[in-house]
């Protein structure tokens, strides 16, 4: 009798869903450097240590002066002021504004005593000792053709943010406005929600990885799936972990699958998901873990896998790519991983996996779902369909040149075929 597994009862996608929402992809918060914080979510809220900026500091460029030396003036009358000297950006001034002073400011510079707004310079002229010309020397009086109230063209100290205010709360995703507001505060490094650590692992004795010389005789192909799921799992917030490949052979899945559920949150493996009686590896969840599911009713994806492995007692080996010195980050000796089985065909495991696992790596993570739009459109053929799965059939758009909605058409050529995904604007979702 054949061993060869039969899918009888397919869950529902609602099921995949909860069954994916039950397990726990939570990673561990870390602390990181700026420089690296670009697209993280800061796990913990960030008060502002100092003020910004922690003195008052002139605007632009112009004199700084006693604003009520300058009430009345005019470009009919200007107000004639000493000029005792400069202040610039970077150097603590030498100098005081008395009454009928100012002193020459760059923007940026500290405010000296005595001043109280500043005049910019296309308001003012320079005059010489006479009071109708520059000296040799420069000015020594400045004619201010305009008057300013006090804190004109000044930033007090706190104004962008007081000491001890809020400056940003957990959740909130690090863009370079975030970054420049933390660099403002002094801020080298923050808290931030950990990346899930998603190991990938490949089954099937016909895979060979891209660069390798194939054997066509042999029908191997090349592995497409653990490239495209780590570049998901990258796109998601996720950290991928490529393991090596493990072919067909139980024993290799096994320790493979073992190493990587001690060394990541969430394992990953593409083939070996079907009926067939090569397809085993639902028998190493079962036998390491907890088979929470086998079989969707999607199409593609119906040989899906949901469950748990078991953390401990792997004799871990060579790395691969992607496997760092923190691989062992996780506690080996105690817990599950979450898990779950992709199929086999690139098509199948890319729309299982955008459909049913980034939304929960993206949660895990913190991030944002991505935006994405419904359109409206005319199908350009019919297609019959009555399988009782849920249909995801990748399509194309085309815009018509009247006000009619746009054609829609299939660019489904089976789950095996890659440029479907890639000539595809879109998902259609029929109800079964």
Do not use: W
Not at 86 to 93: D, I, K, Q, T, Y
Not at 132 to 151: E, H, K, L
Not at 355 to 360: K, L, N, R, S
Not at 399 to 426: C, F, M, R, W
């Amino acid at each position: 009798m054949s061993d060869r597994k039969e899918f009888r009862d397919l869950a529902t996608p609602e099921a995949a869903r909860e069954a994916i929402e039950s397990l726990d992809l939570s990673p561990t918060p870390e602390t990181v450097s700026l420089a690296d914080a670009r697209g993280r979510v800061l796990a913990e809220r960030v008060d502002a240590a100092i003020d910004v900026p922690g003195f008052d500091r002139a605007s632009m460029d112009g004199y700084a002066v006693r604003a009520r030396e300058t009430f009345g003036a005019d470009e009919a009358d200007p107000a004639e002021l000493d000029l005792v000297g400069a202040v610039h950006a970077g150097a603590a001034p030498d100098v005081t504004v008395e009454p009928g002073t100012c002193a020459e400011i760059s923007t940026g510079a500290v405010m000296p005593d005595g001043a109280d707004a500043v005049v910019m310079v296309e308001r003012t002229d320079e005059l010489g000792s006479g009071g109708d010309g520059v000296d040799d020397d420069g000015p020594s009086r400045i004619a201010v053709r305009t008057s300013v109230a006090p804190g004109d063209h000044v930033m007090t100290a706190g104004t962008d943010i007081a000491a001890g205010a809020r400056a940003l709360g957990p959740g909130t995703r690090l863009t370079p406005r975030e970054i420049g507001l933390l660099s403002a505060l002094g801020v080298d490094e923050v808290p931030v929600e950990g990346r899930p650590r998603v190991g990938i692992v490949s089954t099937g004795d016909e895979l060979v990885r891209p660069g390798e010389a194939l054997n066509p005789d042999r029908g191997e192909i090349y592995d497409v799936n653990s490239t495209t799921i780590a570049a998901g799992v990258e796109e998601a917030g996720g950290e991928p972990v490529l393991y090596p490949h493990a072919g067909d052979d139980y024993d290799e899945m096994e320790r493979l699958l073992r190493r990587a559920a001690d060394e990541c949150d969430l394992v990953l493996s593409s083939g070996s998901t079907s009926a067939s009686a090569v397809d085993v590896i639902y028998r190493v969840i079962e036998a390491r873990g907890e088979l929470l599911l086998h079989g969707v009713a999607v199409k593609p994806g119906k040989p899906m896998l949901i469950g748990r492995l078991d953390r401990g007692g792997s004799d871990g080996g060579d790395g691969d790519e992607g496997v760092g010195e923190d691989a062992a980050r996780n506690d080996a000796s105690v817990g599950e991983s979450a898990y779950v089985g992709l199929p086999g065909y690139p098509v199948s495991a890319l729309t299982i996996f955008r459909t049913f696992v980034a939304p929960a790596i993206r949660d895990a993570a913190g991030q944002p779902e991505p935006a994405t739009a419904t359109v409206e459109g005319r199908m350009g053929v019919s297609e019959r369909y009555s399988e009782g799965r849920l249909r995801l059939m990748p399509v194309g758009l085309l815009d018509l040149d009247d006000d009619a909605p746009p054609l829609v058409y299939p660019v489904d050529k089976g789950s095996g075929a890659t440029t479907s995904l890639v000539e595809a604007d879109g998902v259609v979702a029929p109800d079964p």
